[in-house]
């Protein structure tokens, strides 16, 4: 058995928390001994009978003495007097903490008795769970599992007595954060205790009305939801509205404020503004369901979902519209945003990527309608017409939200904070960051290794420059031409090899002059946008696992229907045809400035590897995943170079293709800037090719729906873990799939 954490835990109050806590030290043995004190002889009696305790006392300072664990689980205006009563009983090296809900009255209660110097084992917390009930019998062990505790380490409080108690809620399964204790009581005062405040304000606002009791006959269930709170215990919060009375005073201006602000739009029936408002103040409280949710979708440090893929004889047929282009959806928002006029956006990508681009740009001020059936409507501000965000701009999953915005974010007046998910927060920004710094931008990546977070001050001046890309990275062009938009005299970049031109082209179709000459890009700073309409084409991206999927599919017969064809997206159609897919280019036309096409896939030939023209490698660059999929079922060897980039998208998808295609029975070889694949397929035989198995997707959309692809030709069952990710660029795609005839069934994992 290992060693126990502590000797001797004693509680000072055993209640609903104190009871829940002791319940996991002893379910779990992390202590010698475990006692109490409390001034009810009864509580002290049960909590003994129910094996929580082995000794309690009526005296704190009965209770603390040798004790190397305290914890105040009383509520917090009792602080003081109980630090008063065990101070001179506390040994040296104890640690000592509570789990009281404001912070800053119960760091001042240890002054008070303490005096300047506070004991180096004080480490204040706030577990934040709680119950219906309360006393010693409502106590669970599981109380604090996947909740957040709080510890707010004072700068006197020791390293060891920090990590200890992290061990302690680690072990209840809490989810442990440190904060400053400022910064905790303003975060509770608004989350926690302004709600409350409201609740309580709004029922005795009703409940002072003469015609109350036709008020309450007839409360529909909004005033059921936002007064549920009002029947919590007044005691308590009488206790913590005073002991957090700064932090809440500031909160309740806040919302005196912008409470005149809405009064305001009403009474002038401001009916733009208005709708403005609600709108961003509704995209806001979705954009962050999943968190109130408890159920991180978008930080994705968790697997959330996972796709089975059964096997069987499966057909693959079908005409299908796929969803709007990401690339092109991202841009549609940031220049409509910035242009003079309204922008309608039609055939929007309604996933999670291009969504977190929709909301920074709510955050900055912007009036967005929509998006509904793809549609959107972008009141644009002009090119000085951003407002600073409150807080820190989300970006998810998405690097081209970030990379393009850390360009537009350097050129304003005010300061900017880019945060994303676990994928986004491991990907290099230092690839913007440096040539923006070389126009004067002041960034910085403040993760480790270049990676975000990424903050802007605001306050530079830029100045135009030249910059020789030394990756092809449409990213990295279009942040700096971004910029650019803003910078005095002409900026323009050299790429390596041609990239996607969604930035161009959009430019141009906002009225903004952007030259081109071979691979030389360049425009002059201090122009403006004209707003326009957008039709954003399907994604050839996510199109590219249709293709495939037809493509190793016997007889199958796939249509997809205006899929934008971009010459510098096509690489998925040259390599498929290059291999000898039966795939068909039909209808093209243009639609909002982009070429698209219908693209007919039949399985009918078998596919044979080839060695992939590097000139392709940019520009098929995020369906290679797919293509590696094809490559196992073709026949003989498929071998692909000059692509580390791919080492660092939204996972490492060379080695994380790799690892699922060995798992699944494939030979290949990853190599540093590609891979060799040896391919399972022999002329006019359809049989399987994959044997099955569990494949992890490593946070990364485009690996998921490749392995899903493998479905049609796999012998056993796939199981493809952590695919909550494909709702960032293609929320329908199990949907189509399995119209088209694959079977996955999707299932939520805890
Ligand atoms: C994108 C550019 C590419 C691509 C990404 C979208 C864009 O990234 O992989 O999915 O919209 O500009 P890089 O610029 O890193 O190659």
């Known amino acids: 058995m290992p060693q126990p954490l502590f000797q001797k835990v004693a509680f000072i109050g055993l209640g609903l928390i104190g009871s829940s806590l002791a319940r996991v030290i002893k379910q779990q043995h992390l202590a010698v001994e475990v006692v109490a004190s409390t001034r009810s002889e009864k509580t002290l009696a049960d909590a003994k009978a129910l094996g929580l305790i082995d000794a309690g006392y009526r005296l704190a300072s009965d209770a603390v003495q040798g004790a190397d664990l305290v914890v105040l689980a009383l509520p917090v205006r009792a602080t003081e007097q109980a630090l008063r009563s065990i101070q001179p009983y506390l040994s040296e090296q104890v640690i000592l903490t509570d789990v009281g809900s404001t912070k800053g009255n119960v760091v001042a209660a240890a002054h008070a008795v303490f005096g300047e110097q506070l004991p180096a084992g004080f480490v204040p917390g706030h577990p934040i769970a709680g119950a219906?009930?309360?006393?010693?019998?409502?106590?669970?062990?599981?109380?604090?599992?996947?909740?957040?505790v709080i510890l707010t380490p004072l700068p006197s409080s020791a390293p060891w007595a920090v990590d200890?108690?992290?061990?302690?809620?680690?072990?209840?399964?809490?989810?442990?954060?440190?904060?400053?204790?400022?910064?905790?009581?303003?975060?509770?005062?608004?989350?926690?205790?302004?709600?409350?405040?409201?609740?309580?304000?709004?029922?005795?606002?009703?409940?002072?009305?003469?015609?109350?009791?036709?008020?309450?006959?007839?409360?529909?269930?909004?005033?059921?939801?936002?007064?549920?709170i009002a029947a919590s215990d007044p005691q308590m919060w009488h206790d913590i509205f005073f002991a957090n009375k700064t932090a809440i005073l500031n909160a309740?201006?806040?919302?005196?404020?912008?409470?005149?602000?809405?009064?305001?739009?009403?009474?002038?029936?401001?009916?733009?503004?208005?709708?403005?408002?609600?709108?961003?103040?509704?995209?806001?409280?979705?954009?962050?369901?999943?968190?109130?949710?408890?159920?991180?979708?978008?930080?994705?440090?968790?697997?959330?979902?996972?796709?089975?893929?059964?096997?069987?004889?499966?057909?693959?047929?079908?005409?299908?519209?796929?969803?709007?282009?990401?690339?092109?959806?991202?841009?549609?928002?940031?220049?409509?945003?910035?242009?003079?006029?309204?922008?309608?956006?039609?055939?929007?990508?309604?996933?999670?990527?291009?969504?977190?681009?929709?909301?920074?740009?709510?955050?900055?001020?912007v009036s967005i309608e929509g998006p509904k059936n793809g549609e959107v409507t972008i009141h644009g501000v002009g090119m000085h017409g951003l407002k600073a965000p409150a807080g820190a701009l989300y970006m998810g999953n998405s690097g081209t939200s970030m990379r393009l915005l850390a360009?537009?974010?350097?050129?304003?007046?005010?300061?900017?904070?880019?945060?994303?998910?676990?994928?986004?927060?491991?990907?290099?920004?230092?690839r913007v960051a440096k040539p923006l710094r070389a126009m004067g931008a002041l960034i910085q990546t403040t993760g480790e290794r270049g990676t975000p977070p990424v903050s802007i001050s605001g306050k530079a001046a830029l100045q135009g420059v030249h910059y020789d890309l030394p990756m092809a990275s449409a990213q990295v062009k279009s942040g700096i031409l971004l910029a650019g938009l803003w910078a005095a005299g002409e900026t323009s970049v050299t790429e390596p090899e041609p990239t996607r031109d969604h930035t161009e082209r959009m430019l141009r179709a906002f009225g903004y002059e952007v030259k081109t000459e071979g691979n030389r890009i360049s425009l002059q700073g201090g122009g403006k946008l004209t707003a326009t309409q957008i039709q954003v084409p399907?994604?050839?991206?996510?199109?590219?696992?249709?293709m495939v999927g037809a493509a190793i599919s016997e007889n199958a017969d796939v249509t997809l229907q205006g899929v934008g064809i971009n010459p510098t997206r096509t690489g998925i159609i040259e390599i498929l045809q290059q291999m000898g897919a039966d795939l068909t280019v039909a209808n093209q036309r243009l639609a909002g400035g982009e070429p698209i096409a219908d693209i007919r896939i039949r399985g009918s030939r078998t596919l044979k590897g080839i060695h992939i023209p590097e000139d392709q490698v940019p520009l098929a660059i995020d369906e290679f995943p797919a293509l590696f999929i094809a490559?196992?079922?073709?026949?003989?060897?498929?071998?692909?170079?000059?692509?580390?980039?791919?080492?660092?998208?939204?996972?490492?998808?060379?080695?994380?293709?790799?690892?699922?295609?060995?798992?699944m029975g494939i030979e290949c070889t990853p190599t540093a800037d590609g891979i060799i694949i040896q391919g399972q397929g022999k002329a006019g035989d359809w049989s399987?090719?994959?044997?099955?198995?569990?494949?992890?997707?490593?946070?990364?959309?485009?690996?998921?729906?490749?392995?899903?692809?493998?479905?049609?030709?796999?012998?056993?069952?796939?199981?493809?873990?952590?695919?909550?990710?494909?709702?960032?660029?293609?929320?329908?795609?199990?949907?189509?799939?399995?119209?088209?005839?694959?079977?996955?069934?999707?299932?939520?994992?805890?």
């Open 132 to 148: 219906e009930h309360t006393g010693v019998h409502a106590g669970r062990v599981d109380l604090f599992a996947q909740h957040k």
């Open 631 to 663: 490559a196992a079922c073709a026949e003989g060897e498929t071998i692909l170079t000059g692509a580390a980039e791919l080492r660092v998208k939204e996972s490492d998808r060379i080695q994380v293709m790799a690892d699922g295609l060995i798992t």
């Open 164 to 228: 200890k108690l992290t061990q302690l809620w680690s072990a209840a399964a809490a989810d442990v954060i440190c904060m400053d204790v400022y910064k905790h009581d303003e975060v509770l005062a608004h989350t926690s205790h302004l709600p409350h405040l409201l609740a309580f304000n709004l029922v005795e606002q009703l409940a002072n009305r003469e015609d109350n009791l036709d008020i309450f006959r007839y409360a529909a269930g909004g005033f059921r939801d936002f007064s549920r």
């Open 688 to 750: 399987n090719i994959f044997k099955g198995g569990e494949v992890e997707s490593h946070h990364d959309h485009r690996i998921a729906m490749s392995f899903s692809m493998a479905g049609l030709r796999s012998s056993g069952e796939i199981t493809i873990l952590g695919t909550e990710t494909v709702a960032t660029s293609f929320p329908s795609f199990t949907q189509l799939a399995n119209q088209a005839g694959l079977a996955i069934q999707v299932s939520e994992v805890d």
């Open 538 to 546: 399907s994604d050839i991206s996510s199109a590219a696992f249709f």
């Open 252 to 365: 309740v201006d806040g919302f005196e404020t912008q409470l005149a602000t809405l009064r305001q739009l009403i009474a002038s029936e401001d009916s733009h503004a208005l709708m403005g408002l609600l709108g961003h103040a509704k995209a806001a409280r979705q954009h962050f369901n999943h968190m109130l949710a408890q159920k991180p979708l978008m930080e994705k440090t968790k697997v959330t979902q996972q796709f089975s893929i059964l096997p069987g004889s499966h057909t693959f047929n079908g005409t299908f519209t796929i969803p709007g282009d990401k690339s092109v959806s991202h841009r549609s928002i940031m220049f409509g945003a910035i242009a003079e006029g309204t922008t309608h956006v039609t055939g929007f990508l309604e996933g999670e990527d291009a969504l977190a681009t929709l909301q920074a740009f709510r955050d900055m001020g």
């Open 407 to 430: 360009g537009m974010m350097s050129a304003q007046q005010f300061d900017s904070v880019m945060t994303g998910d676990a994928s986004l927060s491991k990907r290099p920004m230092e």
